[in-house]
């Protein structure tokens, strides 16, 4: 006769702290990437509060642990499509190709901009279209030129058809000014 040993669940606040001690992440850092403050931290890991089940602080934590949302057992599926940018995509192929964290990816850009970073990589904030901002990611990743400069033209692209302009029937106007630009970055 089998025994089956009983599946024990591991607690999200266990995870966090777990988490933290394995990579060494400062609780702080932490609370500053997922958007809350540091004695929230200390009380989810404590159980002083309820874990989170908000989705946005719930994504972000798996975001930067790099697991799926659902593993914490607080996560509540959103019932609103979930829109995959191309782009967002290729930059967590580039970092899973790498071997770079999300933390010490994170913690290539300055801490205000970290959020953003955290956002971006779960989906809910676009690409940005400043292309320094761009070049900035690009660099931390180790991109080419040409790799940075294609991922704004694509974003570009978004934004002009999300805008409402049609890029095939104006392909001449948008052609000759992504050859400006072009122009411009390479200089």
């Given at each position: 006769?089998?025994?089956?040993?009983?599946?024990?669940?591991?607690?999200?606040?266990?995870?966090v702290e777990k988490?933290?001690?394995?990579?060494?992440?400062?609780?702080?850092?932490?609370?500053?990437?997922?958007?809350?403050?540091?004695?929230?931290?200390y009380n989810l890991?404590?159980?002083?509060?309820?874990?989170?089940?908000?989705?946005?602080?719930?994504?972000?934590?798996?975001?930067?642990?790099?697991?799926?949302?659902?593993?914490?057992?607080?996560?509540?599926?959103?019932?609103?499509?979930?829109?995959?940018?191309?782009?967002?995509?290729?930059?967590?192929?580039?970092?899973?190709?790498?071997?770079?964290?999300?933390?010490?990816?994170?913690?290539?850009?300055?801490?205000?901009?970290?959020?953003?970073?955290?956002?971006?990589?779960?989906?809910?904030?676009?690409?940005?279209?400043?292309?320094?901002?761009?070049?900035?990611?690009?660099?931390?990743?180790?991109?080419?030129?040409?790799?940075?400069?294609?991922?704004?033209?694509?974003?570009?692209?978004?934004?002009?058809?999300?805008?409402?302009?049609?890029?095939?029937?104006?392909?001449?106007?948008?052609?000759?000014?992504?050859?400006?630009?072009?122009?411009?970055?390479?200089?």
């Open positions: 006769m089998s025994k089956t040993k009983p599946i024990i669940k591991e607690k999200s606040s266990e995870k988490f933290l001690k394995k990579t060494g992440l400062h609780k702080k850092d932490f609370a500053e990437m997922i958007g809350v403050t540091l004695s929230y931290v890991i404590d159980e002083t509060l309820p874990f989170s089940t908000r989705t946005v602080t719930l994504e972000r934590i798996a975001t930067v642990m790099e697991k799926a949302p659902e593993e914490f057992e607080e996560y509540k599926i959103p019932q609103e499509p979930i829109l995959i940018d191309e782009n967002v995509e290729f930059i967590k192929d580039v970092l899973k190709n790498k071997n770079m964290s999300v933390i010490s990816f994170l913690k290539a850009f300055p801490r205000k901009k970290r959020i953003d970073i955290v956002d971006m990589l779960r989906g809910v904030l676009p690409l940005p279209i400043d292309y320094k901002e761009l070049e900035m990611i690009g660099n931390v990743l180790g991109l080419t030129e040409e790799e940075t400069y294609n991922i704004w033209e694509s974003r570009m692209k978004q934004v002009l058809t999300v805008s409402g302009m049609n890029i095939y029937n104006n392909s001449a106007l948008v052609n000759s000014m992504f050859d400006c630009a072009q122009k411009i970055i390479r200089k």
